[in-house]
């Protein structure tokens, strides 16, 4: 971290706090001693390879979609959260590039714990089920699980 005013990289900081999603500092330059503040963020590289063999950048809030498609009255708060467990998943396979499928399935696993109606929806999508037969051993399946 480089200080704005005279480009120093000593500073100290004179105060952390959560900012939405990101953290905020307040910074102080040891050498000028101006003060400014910085917010940081993570951020990570992840690929995702689709089923037709295309590949695109991973996108959270494409994630988030998974769960309002499948749970229209869903809060966005528990979107974002459901999202996050997902990402965390995805994260822990410490891979740059991770197949559509598997993203999938953390969904799936995460809407079953949510909402059943949801989790069917999502899975007649996912599992392109459209045998109501099959949907219904689906039904069956999870409440009993
Ligand atoms: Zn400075």
Redesign the pocket.
């Known amino acids: 971290m480089f200080?704005p005013?005279?480009?120093?990289s000593q500073?100290k900081v004179l105060e952390s706090r959560i900012y939405e999603d990101s953290m905020r500092r307040r910074r102080e330059?040891i050498?000028?001693?101006?003060r400014f503040t910085t917010y940081e963020k993570a951020t990570f590289n992840l690929k995702v390879c689709k089923k037709d063999g295309k590949i695109e950048n991973y996108d959270f809030l494409k994630l988030m979609n998974c769960f309002v498609k499948a749970c229209p009255r869903i809060e966005e708060k528990s979107a974002k959260e459901l999202a996050l467990n997902v990402q965390k998943k995805v994260l822990l396979k410490k891979s740059s590039q991770i197949q559509s499928a598997v993203i999938g399935k953390f969904v799936l696993c995460e809407l079953k714990k949510f909402d059943k109606m949801g989790y069917l929806r999502f899975a007649s999508i996912y599992k392109q089920i459209d045998d109501p037969k099959l949907l219904e051993k689906e039904m069956e399946r999870i409440y009993w699980e």
Do not use: E, R
């Open positions: 200080c005013y005279c480009n120093s500073t330059c050498d000028c001693t101006s």
